[in-house]
């Protein structure tokens, strides 16, 4: 039975998904659009909203819980500098994901997912 165990396992362990939705994020927060498959995007989507709702905040506990998931030093500079404060005053809804069609290799279904200006 699969009571309370809510999203995609994308056929990982759960310290594989970790870190793909880690990889994920950081390559998201840098580019701010990445392409990847449809359920790679659905499950990234609520990772880099509290990411992002994190850094709203700005302080020093939000900075070293974000740290935890963006590894690198730009990525979370960039994170509480940048991402932060142009999402001071919207409540949330920070990404948009867009549906681009399917890989040529494997008929998967890829989505680019993207972070909403202002």
């Excluded at 590894?71 to 960039?78: I, V």
């Amino acid at each position: 039975m699969r009571h309370r165990k809510a999203g995609r396992q994308l056929r990982r362990t759960s310290e594989q998904k970790l870190a793909l939705m880690r990889n994920l994020a950081t390559s998201l927060i840098e580019a701010e659009t990445i392409e990847t498959t449809e359920a790679k995007a659905k499950e990234l989507r609520p990772f880099v909203e509290k990411l992002i709702t994190k850094a709203k905040t700005g302080t020093l506990h939000s900075r070293r819980l974000a740290g935890r998931h963006v590894q690198k030093r730009e990525a979370a500079d960039k994170l509480f500098q940048v991402l932060g404060p142009r999402y001071q005053e919207r409540a949330g809804g920070y990404t948009r994901i867009l549906k681009t069609g399917f890989r040529k290799g494997d008929g998967a279904e890829l989505a680019r997912i993207e972070l909403i200006q202002g």
